[in-house]
């Protein structure tokens, strides 16, 4: 495949893991009685394909860029760490659901970083 399809599957990735992070928080924040659980089991399900999507794009687009095998650029080891925090952040959403005004804006906040970084490669 060639890098401008691979980073289409990588945008998709995104969407589905913050598409799984809203509805794992939705259900934990209304409780919705029988039916919470199937949204949540829903939710988690397209968060964990989101997270295999982007990981697995991301390395295939860091294949196309031709970088050297070895230590990787730091860029890359933050993103990383950013990819780390937005998966482990769904099991803490839904548990403390009555923060919901702290992920919200949380969440974007580490997207936008990694869009940053992804954009501009600084370091």
Known sequence: MDYLTIKLFHFAGIMLLFLGLGGMLFASRVGLGPNQRKIRRAAAILHGIGLITIIVTGIAMLSGLGL???????????????????????????????????????WILLGM???????YKPF
């Open 113 to 119: 970083a990694a869009g940053y970084l992804a954009l």
């Open 68 to 106: 050297p095998h070895g230590d990787p650029p730091n860029w890359i080891k933050v993103k990383f760490l950013i990819w780390l925090l937005l998966g482990g952040s769904i099991s803490l959403a839904a548990r403390l659901s009555r923060l919901m005004w702290v992920w919200i804006p949380a």
